[in-house]
């Protein structure tokens, strides 16, 4: 999108680790309801649990809104590299 030759966009990397994230969160919801330690030692390590799950689940969005964010600015920033390279400006400069 807009990436030089032989790069990657800036947000494919940030959309993998929003992706990894949410697979981390869906692990450990899954470790929680594993937890067959009974009372209250049990309780507590499962909320322990879910509670990283969801602080995974919530970063996880966050790098998506980033991603989100990097796409529009790739998305400019080839728009602007083919005005220049439609313009001549691109062949000026070297």
């Known amino acids: ?4 030759e032989g790069t990657a966009p800036w947000s ?3 959309r993998a680790q929003a992706e990894r994230l949410r697979e981390e969160a869906d692990r450990l ?3 929680a309801g594993g937890v067959t330690l009974p009372g209250v030692e049990g309780t507590v390590l499962r909320r322990r649990i879910a509670s ?3 602080r995974a689940e919530r970063a996880a969005r966050s790098l998506e ?3 989100e964010a990097l ?3 790739e ?3 080839a728009a602007l590299a083919r005005g220049r390279r439609e313009s001549g400006g691109a062949a000026q400069r070297e």
């Open 29 to 31: 919801r899954a470790s």
């Open 52 to 54: 990283h799950a969801e």
């Open 12 to 14: 494919r990397p940030v």
């Open 75 to 77: 998305a400019l920033l």
């Open 65 to 67: 809104r980033a991603a």
């Open 71 to 73: 796409a529009r600015h």
């Open 1 to 4: 999108m807009g990436a030089r």
